[in-house]
């Protein structure tokens, strides 16, 4: 493998699933590429993004099991999300006409934003001594303004963050806990938790982020690192997950590590409309089709499917593809799945049982060009 500077990443790992059988996998490069030490997959990434789906499993098993309707105000279960404001473009808030629903958080349009330093989330830390328990912090997040009325636009932000503390208040258990019990035991997903412990952090493959070429860092990096001019610099990035905001704070949008073998359990099972590889139901098939049934349209549509979401739509929290013409890909209509701040990229196909999950560790990862690459790669072998 030639790792140039414009390489995806010093290593990276693919498992595939298909039909409920493992048919490839794959590892290359290195997981601490200071230290030169192979990459196997079998090391723990942070996930990021990519644990999104998680949480919509976790809040589609509530929505099938009669908890609480996709059209139903956020209020009736959060009463602090009863009286929302909206910050205008000239900074004056006024009161929102839409109530959020369960539905927006799935869909991303609720008018949220990713922002961890608004006013909210400092009255959490100050309220909760620092501990973020999830769903206090979620109250407290209430208070901040929104970005667009509730329901028309589509905003990737901290909604499957609220759709954990949804979660936690309905089924009276801490966000972490419900899913342990209600997806990662039945799938006896044992390598995939929520918080780092000292054995995670050793096993953690290291992060890192791609230095451009010409910039001072760039030199020292490539003589302390490699020496020889060929242009092979990464920067350790740390194992710190950024979205780790407390001991406390069970962040439903981008919170897990896990194992390539772990966590694709999970996308061979969504690949089998709901049942695990050891035969175990998490979802019914009905709620799979619709968590990968486009929710969009119009303006939030166009807004959405560009870059690597061209031809794409969007459903219970995860892409789904809608238009192979736009999207240039070889992939089947309804293929759906997510991907994560680190490169980590679920691929799911319920019509063939398609179960793909694939991971790198480098922060920033050129989506946009490596997404559609591994969809055709992966395609083109059936």
Wanted: charged share 25%; net charge negative; hydrophobic share 35%.
């Amino acid at each position: 493998m030639d790792y140039r500077a414009e390489a995806v990443s010093p290593g990276n790992a693919i498992l595939v699933y298909l039909g409920g059988k493992r048919v490839f996998q794959y590892a290359c490069g290195y997981s601490d590429w200071e230290n030169q030490i192979p990459m196997t997959g079998e090391e723990m990434f942070n996930i990021y993004s990519c644990s999104k789906i998680t949480t919509v499993t976790a809040g589609t098993q509530l929505l099938e099991r009669g908890k609480f309707l996709l059209t139903d105000p956020l209020y009736e279960y959060i009463p602090e999300f009863k009286e929302m404001y909206i910050k205008t473009e000239t900074g004056e808030l006024k009161k929102a006409e839409n109530f959020i629903t369960v539905g927006d958080l799935f869909t991303m349009t609720a008018g949220f934003t990713y922002n961890y330093d608004t006013e909210g989330f400092k009255k959490a830390r100050e309220v909760t001594k620092g501990r973020m328990d999830t769903v206090e912090t979620i109250k407290c997040v209430a208070k901040d303004p929104l970005s667009f009325e509730p329901g028309t636009r589509f905003q990737y932000s901290i909604c499957h963050d609220v759709l954990a503390a949804l979660i936690s208040v309905v089924s009276g258990q801490k966000f972490r806990d419900y899913v342990q019990e209600n997806i990662f035991d039945p799938l006896e997903m044992k390598d995939t938790t929520y918080h780092h412990t000292p054995e995670t952090l050793e096993r953690l493959a290291c992060q890192y982020e791609r230095v451009a070429p010409g910039s001072e860092e760039y030199d020292r990096l490539k003589t302390q690192v490699q020496g020889d001019g060929s242009g092979r610099v990464f920067k350790n990035a740390g194992k710190t997950n950024q979205h780790d905001l407390g001991e406390e704070y069970d962040n439903g949008g981008a919170g897990i590590t896990t194992t390539v073998s772990e966590y694709v359990k999970l996308m061979a099972a969504l690949a089998n409309y709901g049942v695990g590889l050891n035969g175990e139901r998490i979802l019914s098939g009905y709620s799979v089709n619709l968590m990968r049934t486009n929710r969009l349209s119009g303006e939030a549509l166009k807004a959405y499917a560009v870059g690597q979401s061209a031809g794409c739509g969007y459903g219970l929290g995860v892409r789904t593809h809608i238009d192979p013409a736009k999207s240039g890909v070889i992939s089947n209509l309804g293929e759906f799945g997510w991907s994560g701040a680190a490169g980590a990229t679920a691929l799911i196909d319920p019509q063939i049982g398609l179960g793909v999950f694939y991971v790198q560790h480098m922060l920033k990862p050129d989506e946009k060009r490596y997404l559609p690459m591994l969809k055709n790669v992966v395609y083109s072998c059936f």
